[in-house]
Structure formats: structure tokens, C-alpha cells
């Protein structure tokens, strides 16, 4: 914890105790959020698009609580990679199979989230994941690759997904099955620089980045929402993890000259170098923009009959 952390209360959840910022949205709204209030605060941009998502209350593994999880103000920096199949395949449940862009060749990603104002507090996460085929589709078509490039509705397996806050890493492992642990992470993402960085548990890297931002397309709220579907398994059963993004402020490239990712020890890099990606064909930046991540539904998940 950081010698400047505020004040902090303990509140359960599920039985785990964890502390949060005294006066922070936690404490203050225990995830029933005043819109009105919060649409006060400078930094949010607006909060309209979380007016049209009523939130429901549902039991979870971490006890009662309201779904979606409201993200009023984010920022994401996401690298795609080209990886072999079978080594993607290697790492993935056998009822998955990998999006491939050909015959062999799979899609594997790095991603860094930075939240600045949402539902459970500030912090930063990032993620080692995988693109799957959605486990209800049958034979994927040349659209629904191109769809899923524009970064617009995803479906992803994740090896990998550590965080900054104690109460993301229960909510993410407890309540929605993924594979989080708390360490040190540092993301910053403005109109020019990218940067990143996670430490592993001897306070060395794990994983970073420095890029230059793309060039930014503003969006009016409400008119580029994507979605990413993630899997994970609870309790033994599958489950599908709903996460919408409102997309504010924009940009990709296909030249990657500048953006520096630097392997180094630990659990995001051992994950990254079992897919042995190739190369890297985007790089997608969101300096703003806001998310709303559902809790995860039973889904079936048929088996692979090979």
C-alpha cells in the first residue's frame, strides 16, 4: 500500500474482509450509485450511458450484490498478437478453441486498464488473454473475424489477470473465477504517451510497456459500445462474464515501430512466452471512455468431440 492511501474501512465480502477507501464509492454506495452525485465529479465525463443499465441484485459467491459494475471513467491500451495454435491450444480448457486467422494461427493479447473512477475504487489491472471462437457459435465467419479485430465484440480466454486493489482480486477470483492476485501495477495512458508497468513479487518487472499513443477519434457517448466475453469456471461449472465498453476517445495502429513491450520475470510473462507470440499487428488505446462489467451467468460450453 502506498505511504499516501487514504483512510481505509473493512467491509466483507463473502465472508473475505478487505479494506477500501473511507468516503470512497464503496464505502459511500456499496455499488448503488447516485448517478446525479457522481456525474458532479470533473473527471467523469458523463453518465448517461449507465442510466439505460439498471443495476439488479443477485447472489454470488461473494454474497448478495448489484450487477453491472460501473466503470465511469477508464483507460485501456491493448496489444494484439499473432501466436501459434498449437501452443495456444496448449494452454487453453479443451472444450475452448482458438480464433484463428488461419489455418495455425491464432490471436493473443496484452492488455492495461486504468480506473479512475468506478463502482469499487480506483485501480489498474492487466491481462494475458486469449481470443476463443464464442463457445455457442458454430463455423466463424470471415465477418465475424473482421468484427472482432475492430475490437467491438470479443470473446477471450484469460491466463492471466493481476490487479493494484484487495477488493478487485476477491470480486475478480471469488466472484467471477479469474485468475487475479495483487501486486504492484502502474498504468498511465494520455493523448501522447502509453506507459505500464507490472511488478512481480520481488518488486522487479513482470511486464511493461511505453508506446506512443495512437492518434484519438472522439466518439459521442453511446455510439461505439463493444462488448468482451470472457469464460471462466466456477464451482466447476462454466461461466460468462459480460463486460461493455463505452468508447469516448479512440485509436489504433497497425505500425507497431514504437511501442516497446519488455518481458521480465513473472507470472504475466511466463504466460505470454508459453503462447510464443510472433509478432504484434494492433495496437488499440482508449485515453477515455467508460465500461459496465455484469456478473458472470451459467453459459453451456459444449465439449470438443476430437
Known amino acids: 500500500m502506498s505511504s499516501t492511501q487514504k ?20 464505502d459511500r454506495y456499496r455499488m448503488n450509485p447516485d448517478l446525479d452525485e457522481i456525474a458532479r465529479d470533473p473527471r467523469v465525463p458523463s453518465v448517461e450511458f449507465f442510466r439505460q443499465l439498471p443495476k439488479v441484485k443477485v447472489d454470488s459467491p461473494i454474497g448478495s450484490t448489484l450487477t453491472p459494475n460501473f466503470y465511469y ?6 496489444l494484439t498478437m499473432l501466436a501459434p495454435s498449437r501452443a495456444i491450444r496448449s494452454r487453453l480448457p ?32 492487466a491481462t494475458v488473454g486469449i481470443a476463443v471462437k464464442p463457445a455457442r457459435h458454430g463455423k466463424l465467419g470471415f465477418f465475424d473475424l473482421v468484427t472482432g479485430l475492430k475490437n467491438e465484440h470479443l470473446d477471450a480466454y484469460v491466463l492471466s489477470l493481476p490487479v493494484s486493489s484487495d477488493i478487485a482480486q476477491v470480486r475478480g477470483h471469488d466472484g467471477y473465477g479469474f485468475p ?39 466518439y459521442p457517448s453511446g455510439q461505439r459500445v463493444g462488448s468482451l466475453t470472457s469464460y471462466t469456471k466456477i464451482n466447476g461449472g462454466w461461466h460468462s462474464t459480460l463486460n461493455q465498453t463505452n468508447v469516448l476517445n479512440a485509436g ?15 507470472r504475466m510473462s511466463d504466460d505470454l512466452r508459453s503462447l510464443q507470440p510472433k509478432r504484434t499487428i494492433q495496437f488499440d488505446v482508449m485515453t477515455e471512455g467508460q465500461a459496465a462489467l455484469h456478473m458472470p451467468v451459467p453459459t453451456s460450453v459444449p465439449s470438443r468431440n476430437k
Not at 471513467?73 to 491493448?78: C, D, E, L, V
Not at 498511465?188 to 484519438?216: E, F, H, M, Y
Not at 497497425?254 to 521480465?264: A, I
Open 94 to 125: 479443451e472444450e475452448l478453441s482458438p480464433l484463428e486467422i488461419m489455418p495455425g494461427l491464432g490471436l493473443v493479447s496484452v492488455m492495461f486498464f486504468r480506473y479512475d473512477v468506478c463502482d469499487i475504487d480506483f485501480y489498474t489491472e
Open 180 to 218: 487475479k492476485w495483487v501486486t504492484e501495477l502502474d498504468v498511465d495512458i494520455n493523448d501522447l504517451r502509453t506507459t505500464a508497468r507490472v511488478a512481480n513479487d520481488a518488486g522487479g518487472v513482470d511486464l511493461s510497456l511505453l508506446a506512443n499513443t495512437p492518434p484519438q477519434k472522439a
Open 7 to 26: 483512510n481505509t474501512v473493512k467491509v466483507d465480502l463473502g465472508g473475505r474482509e478487505v479494506s477500501v477507501p473511507q468516503g470512497g464509492l464503496y
Open 252 to 266: 489504433t495502429t497497425r505500425s507497431t515501430r514504437d511501442v516497446k513491450l519488455q518481458l521480465g520475470e513473472g
Open 73 to 78: 471513467k477508464i483507460s485501456t491500451a491493448r
